[in-house]
């Protein structure tokens, strides 16, 4: 009997006679006999909605996020589930749209907009991404790739990571306190967890000069609104994400002086995304049929994935 996995897109092009894959997104409904045989489940978004879904699917093996981030689905996870993430898809969007924050908060685009709209033509020269101090913090794929770009503009990286990597160049994140006082910019690329909750909070935002420039690319926690708020506008931030989200009308942290911010759309996919997830998801596929090895696992399934399946007690779990 094939196996069952349930993808977001009908053109995925799985040419496999040991799998059948049913189709779910936005805009389909996915059948009480799909739910309760599917084995490989490729989240359509992080919706609580969508996430919930694994609590009716008893012989689910695999969870596969598109996102790097997973946080969010961790709490709607299955006991014995695996589960696999996105790392690398979208390193390109990420690490441009970071590149377009840096950018347009170091050249004050936002004031030069303000002003095209009440016709004003007042100059004032702005600063540059040019011989800034860039800290990646959070050094992985998205951070490599927004170093190649920083460099290209002919800045300076500092990298930063979960731990020291000397032969890298890459500083632990136990170093942190130490950079941030000579940082221009602080990037954050990290993931939310227990660790980089409130990373950046009080006491190193502190530590960082009048206007260094702050960008939030990760989770919005990772930073402590309420410290940030108490700056009141001594450090800048260009923040794709934010706590709360989505910010809520009203919130002092649209109107703090020297903010930016896109509304968590750094992840967009640019023209490549769609063939690339999909060619992803292929292998993905190809290698839980046959049993070998999956990429990016974040939580590994408690038994093969070749085993029976969860016991209906434990579907809900």
């Given at each position: ?64 996020t598109l996102n790097s981030g997973y946080d969010d689905i961790l709490p709607h996870l299955p006991a014995g589930v695996g589960l696999a993430n996105g790392r690398g898809l979208r390193d390109t969007s990420a690490s441009e749209h970071a590149l377009a924050l840096i950018l347009a908060a ?33 050094y992985g794929s998205i951070g490599a790739a927004l170093e190649r770009r920083v460099v290209a503009c002919e800045a300076e990286v500092v990298r930063v990571g979960r731990r020291p990597s000397p032969g890298l160049g ?148």
């Amino acid at each position: 009997m094939a196996r069952r996995a349930l993808v977001p897109w009908a053109d995925l092009d799985v040419t496999c006679d040991e799998i059948t894959i049913d189709v779910y997104n936005s805009s389909t409904e996915v059948s009480s006999t799909t739910l309760a045989t599917t084995e490989f489940y490729v989240l359509p978004t992080t919706s609580t909605a969508e996430c919930r879904l694994m609590a009716s699917m008893p012989q689910l093996k695999v969870v596969q996020t598109l996102n790097s981030g997973y946080d969010d689905i961790l709490p709607h996870l299955p006991a014995g589930v695996g589960l696999a993430n996105g790392r690398g898809l979208r390193d390109t969007s990420a690490s441009e749209h970071a590149l377009a924050l840096i950018l347009a908060a170091q050249r004050d685009i936002p004031r030069w907009v303000r002003q095209q709209d009440k016709a004003i033509w007042a100059r004032q020269f702005p600063k540059s991404l040019a011989g800034r101090r860039v800290l990646i913090v959070g050094y992985g794929s998205i951070g490599a790739a927004l170093e190649r770009r920083v460099v290209a503009c002919e800045a300076e990286v500092v990298r930063v990571g979960r731990r020291p990597s000397p032969g890298l160049g890459i500083h632990g994140i136990a170093e942190l306190h130490a950079l941030l006082p000579d940082a221009d910019i602080v990037v954050l690329s990290v993931p939310l967890n227990d660790d980089t909750k409130g990373l950046i909070g009080a006491t190193e935002l502190g530590l960082m000069r009048d206007a260094t420039l702050l960008v939030n690319i990760s989770r919005g926690p990772v930073v402590d609104t309420t410290a940030l708020l108490a700056e009141g506008g001594r450090i800048s931030a260009a923040l794709d994400v934010t706590d709360p989200e989505p910010l809520p009308d009203g919130h002092p942290l649209w109107s703090l002086p020297g903010v930016l911010i896109s509304p968590h759309v750094g992840g967009g996919g640019t023209p490549t995304y769609p063939q690339m997830v999909r060619e992803f998801v292929r292998e993905q596929l190809r290698r839980f049929v046959h049993a070998e090895e999956l990429m990016n696992v974040v939580v590994r399934p408690t038994g093969p994935v070749a085993g029976a399946g969860r016991s209906a007690s434990n579907a809900s779990a």
